[in-house]
């Protein structure tokens, strides 16, 4: 199996990425001093340049793997080494936020999950290279280009300030509202 059987795939994700893309500069210009004016912070400005990458990491991956001949492990190297160094990048820029603390924990996850993927992602490619009829790290490149999708419309999201809903939260705030709920008495008295 090669990265030729995955043509179809590769092509609608070319699209979808594309239109992500645009996307992500159309939500940046609506709200640009939150992200890239001078009154913004560093967490955001790093949240849409991950968006970015995200975004850009599917669509390097899905456009070599088009190209007649070409394996798309190859660019998944390298494009996984320019992501872990783009992190490595945002840590540093994030840092003097959080000395002062003025960055939480919670405001680096989704590095975290891209830091996960580029992992995934060069290790795949490095085996996809080695072994380009192993179907496993093809398969795990097209996943990992869905998950970078995820991880990017979920950045982009939170980027023009639409509301998070989180599972434990809404549990949470049922459960506080059945309890608070008045007591109706189902008795009958007839």
């Known amino acids: 199996m090669t990265t030729a059987s995955a043509h179809e795939f590769f092509a609608a994700c070319a699209s979808v990425a594309g239109a992500l893309i645009g996307l992500l ?95 995934i992602q060069l290790i795949a490619g490095i085996g996809l290279d080695r072994h380009p009829a192993d179907r496993g790290d093809l398969q795990t490149l097209c996943v990992l280009v869905i998950v970078c999708f995820l991880i990017g419309i979920e950045r982009a999201w939170g980027l023009v300030g639409g509301p998070s809903v989180r599972l434990h939260r809404e549990l949470f705030m049922q459960v506080a509202k059945h309890r608070d709920s008045p007591k109706v008495d189902r008795t009958d008295d007839g």
């Open 25 to 119: 500069f159309v939500a940046i210009s609506v709200a640009p001093e939150r992200i890239l004016g001078p009154e913004a912070s560093d967490v955001h400005g790093v949240r849409a340049a991950a968006t970015l990458t995200a975004f850009t990491n599917a669509l390097i991956v899905v456009l070599f793997g088009l190209i007649p001949g070409f394996d798309a492990g190859d660019a998944a190297v390298v494009i996984a080494i320019i992501g872990l160094l783009f992190i490595g990048g945002a840590l540093l820029r994030l840092l003097p936020g959080w000395r002062a603390g003025e960055v939480r924990l919670l405001d680096l996850t989704f590095l975290a999950g891209l830091l996960v993927v580029f992992v």
